[in-house]
């Protein structure tokens, strides 16, 4: 499976499963919406996203809790969950995607460059966060942000049976 083809792929499955989904983007700032909307058909699941840069934006809008902003940070699993459940229920879809971390060049609340958290909630289960160690420059960071928030989409919607996928 070669990246160009893994917005498509996932796109594909949520319309497979009768889903939708909806972005919550930090780091990659846009990147990821404009990778599934780049796909023809996409509005047939895509609901939206929120580019939510700033932290107060991750709470206000999000819905991301003030004190996981103060204790685990923004560039955390916790921030990047909360991120994705936020945006699914501002939005209104089965699945809230989420990409949170440190692009660089320069280190965030004492991560690294390369730091990255995506976010997913579903129809099932809590939402949750997997953590990916990325190189290269600020640009190769966002790509493979969006490269590893598509491949985790992918996965969870090809895991769940098409009736509990399609659970709003």
């Given at each position: 499976m070669t990246i160009p083809t893994v917005p498509a792929e996932a796109l594909d499955a949520l319309v497979a499963s009768g889903a939708s989904l909806a972005v919550a983007e930090s780091l990659t700032g846009g990147r990821l919406a404009a990778a599934l909307t780049g796909v023809p058909g996409a509005s047939r699941v895509f609901r939206g996203g929120v580019v939510a840069y700033a932290s107060d934006v991750k709470v206000a809008v999000l819905g991301v809790p003030s004190l996981v902003v103060e204790t685990d940070g923004v560039v955390s699993a916790r921030c990047a969950?909360?991120?994705?459940?936020?945006?699914?229920?501002?939005?209104?879809?089965?699945?809230?995607v989420a990409t949170t971390g440190v692009a660089g060049p320069d280190p965030q609340e004492g991560h690294?460059?390369?730091?990255?958290?995506?976010?997913?909630?579903?129809?099932?289960?809590?939402?949750?966060?997997?953590?990916?160690?990325?190189a290269g420059d600020r640009a190769a960071v966002q790509d493979a942000s969006v490269a590893?928030?598509?491949?985790?989409?992918?996965?969870?919607?090809?895991?769940?049976?098409?009736?509990e996928t399609a659970i709003g």
């Amino acid at each position: 499976m070669t990246i160009p083809t893994v917005p498509a792929e996932a796109l594909d499955a949520l319309v497979a499963s009768g889903a939708s989904l909806a972005v919550a983007e930090s780091l990659t700032g846009g990147r990821l919406a404009a990778a599934l909307t780049g796909v023809p058909g996409a509005s047939r699941v895509f609901r939206g996203g929120v580019v939510a840069y700033a932290s107060d934006v991750k709470v206000a809008v999000l819905g991301v809790p003030s004190l996981v902003v103060e204790t685990d940070g923004v560039v955390s699993a916790r921030c990047a969950a909360a991120m994705a459940a936020g945006v699914r229920r501002l939005l209104g879809a089965t699945w809230g995607v989420a990409t949170t971390g440190v692009a660089g060049p320069d280190p965030q609340e004492g991560h690294p460059p390369g730091t990255v958290f995506v976010g997913i909630a579903g129809p099932t289960g809590p939402a949750r966060a997997q953590r990916l160690h990325l190189a290269g420059d600020r640009a190769a960071v966002q790509d493979a942000s969006v490269a590893g928030a598509l491949a985790l989409l992918l996965s969870e919607v090809s895991r769940l049976p098409r009736d509990e996928t399609a659970i709003g």
